[in-house]
């Protein structure tokens, strides 16, 4: 998706000073994307749902070999700083109290999607692949599917699959450990 250089394009500096200024509030349901500051889909049940279960699933199976950040920032770039539904991050021992984490801190970020299939394969995906974000899987709860982003090259990943019920999927950063899809996508 080309940029529109029209626009005035706000910095992730920028994002925090609207912040410090009292014309983002706290409880905001907003990211930067792209420079632009967007609202994000209010979260229905079978989203947060699926949230929950795959928090769970990854924080149990993976333990201590990854931090489980569930919708929190990831400083992508200057101008983009998005919260995924959950982040698989580098362990630290600081937690990233001084930072949010970075692309090269991103071991697997997942985002859920039921109304927001559009915005997060045509807007965030190139986004995530530009940056170098080795692997982004996108749980499709409209579909009963799983996407799986590998690899990538510019603005797109040169590995994709999708998986349905009955399939199974390993992150590349774990590859013994398996999860089910039916798990992450939950009841019909």
Do not use: C
């Amino acid at each position: 998706m080309p940029i529109d250089t029209s626009k005035k394009r706000f910095t992730v500096d920028d994002y925090y000073r609207m912040s410090e200024a009292g014309i983002l509030k706290a409880d905001d349901r907003v990211e930067l994307i792209e420079g632009e500051v967007l609202e994000m889909s209010p979260m229905g049940d079978r989203h947060a749902l699926a949230v929950s279960r795959a928090t769970m699933i990854f924080a149990r199976g993976l333990g201590d070999k990854a931090v489980v950040n569930v919708q929190l920032p990831v400083r992508v770039d200057r101008y983009n700083e998005p919260q995924p539904d959950i982040a698989l991050i580098r362990p630290r021992e600081n937690f990233y109290g001084t930072r949010h984490p970075r692309p090269e801190d991103v071991l697997l970020l997942i985002e859920i999607a039921d109304t927001s299939l559009q915005t997060d394969q045509h807007l965030k995906l190139p986004m995530y692949a530009r940056s170098g974000i080795a692997e982004v899987w996108i749980i499709n709860l409209n579909d009963d599917a799983l996407h799986t982003y590998r690899d990538p090259n510019g603005n797109t990943y040169a590995s994709a699959a999708i998986k349905r019920r009955g399939d199974s999927a390993s992150p590349a950063a774990f590859p013994s450990f398996a999860v089910n899809v039916d798990d992450l996508l939950g009841p019909r």
